[in-house]
């Protein structure tokens, strides 16, 4: 499957990959764009982006193509694209909830009577395989002993 890339009609720089991507005239009758980047080929060909493609390339001399039919007004792109910058300021500017909740919540022993140690026989190279075999072994310990309270309770 040879795929041969349409000419370079301009360039653009890529938001998320930060490459400097070449941007073409897809065929069809469209006239949709896409770039080629570190992400790859981007063939969206949803409004946004075929306008971000279309307003945003550096074109080459008497490269610039007609703007793909589907393309907003300029007032109207720069409107979204102000809008979209916002929600990704917020989107970032969100604090990790969840990983700081999971990091408040120390991994202490949750029967508490048995302490969290390192099982000796576990060698210090294999410290990946650890976490897992330490707990399931101390909630096995902990219900091993609450089983003999149980029954020493009983007797
Ligand atoms: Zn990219």
Not at 10 to 28: F, N, Y
């Amino acid at each position: 499957m040879a795929r041969v890339d349409k000419p370079v009609l301009g360039t653009r720089q890529c938001p998320d990959c930060g490459e400097s991507g070449s941007i073409h005239l897809a065929a069809g009758k469209r006239g949709s764009l896409y770039q080629r980047c570190g992400c790859g080929c981007r063939q969206e060909n949803g409004r946004m982006m075929q306008s971000r493609f279309y307003y945003e390339a550096e074109w080459r001399p008497d490269c610039k193509p007609d703007a793909p039919a589907n393309v907003y007004p300029l007032e109207e792109y720069r409107e979204k694209l102000a809008a979209l910058h916002e929600r990704n300021r917020a989107a970032v500017g969100q604090p990790d909830r969840e990983s700081q909740q999971s990091r408040e919540v120390a991994p202490v022993s949750e029967t508490g009577n048995e302490p969290v140690t390192k099982p000796d026989f576990i060698p210090e190279e294999k410290p990946e395989a650890e976490p897992e075999n330490s707990k399931k072994g101390l909630i096995w310990l902990g219900a091993g002993l609450g089983l003999i309270a149980a029954i020493v309770g009983a007797a």
